[in-house]
């Protein structure tokens, strides 16, 4: 049976890839909202796309010397990294409506792409472009 058919995201769940004990805003906030709601449940280890990780490791961790052959990527992450070859000045928004996910998820996404130096932005938000490293 495939996690899929049992759960999705939703007011009264929320998925987290990892507790990250160093940065506690990232998932109190969703506590907070539960205890302000109805309740609701945290799973940790699985993403917005219902990926479960069964590790400690966040899902896109690889040794990263420069190479972007040796960092390990989520599908839609290498998605992102072709819509940006295909169009430099694409926005989050249409990224997100390409790709049928929200823009947060591509926020959070671009976010780990640049911290990886895989992706950075020249410009400004409103005019600028990106650049994959080589």
């Known amino acids: 049976m495939e996690l899929n058919t049992l759960i999705a995201e939703c007011t009264a769940y929320d ?4 507790l990250e004990e160093k940065k506690p805003k ?3 906030k969703s506590v907070s909202a539960f205890a302000n709601g109805l309740g609701g449940s ?9 990926i479960i990780f069964a590790s400690t490791d966040t899902p896109n961790v690889g040794d990263h010397d420069g190479d972007m052959s040796e960092t390990k990527l989520i599908e839609r992450q290498q998605k992102i990294l072709n ?5 430099p000045t694409i926005t989050g928004k249409k990224m997100s409506e390409t790709l049928s996910v929200s823009q947060r998820t ?29």
Do not use: C, Y
């Open 15 to 18: 998925f987290k890839v990892m």
């Open 42 to 50: 945290l799973f940790f280890g699985i993403d917005n796309d219902r």
């Open 83 to 87: 819509l940006i070859k295909e169009s």
């Open 26 to 28: 990232s998932w109190l």
């Open 106 to 134: 591509i926020e959070r996404d671009l976010s780990t792409l640049q911290k990886k130096g895989v992706l950075k932005r020249e410009g400004k938000d409103n005019d600028g472009k990106w650049v994959i490293s080589e």
